[in-house]
């Protein structure tokens, strides 16, 4: 069952809300409840930098931050993994 509006879950010291960024359904769930205007998010972590940064706009701006593996120690790691 979906969820019809975002919740926040404290944890410790950290607060979380029921909405996954992981997939491009979630964002499109995230998108739908507004999560940038929300407010209720100071960080907001996917795998799909486009669909993310359709959460944003010029009201309610989000900053772009990327970490990348040096490609031929990554192609490497892919080697011997397999």
């Known amino acids: 069952d979906k969820d019809k509006k975002i919740d926040v879950f404290p944890r410790g010291d950290y607060?979380?809300?029921n909405v996954d960024t992981s997939t491009p359904e979630g964002l499109h769930h995230a998108k739908e409840f507004k999560l940038a205007e929300s407010g209720l998010a100071d960080l907001v972590f996917s795998i799909y930098a486009h669909g993310g940064s359709k959460l944003f706009n010029?009201?309610?701006r989000g900053r772009f931050f990327a970490m990348f593996r040096h490609p031929v120690e990554r192609a490497a790691s892919l080697?011997?993994?397999r």
Do not use: Q, R, S, W
């Open 79 to 81: 080697f011997y993994y």
């Open 58 to 60: 010029p009201v309610n």
């Open 15 to 17: 607060h979380y809300v």
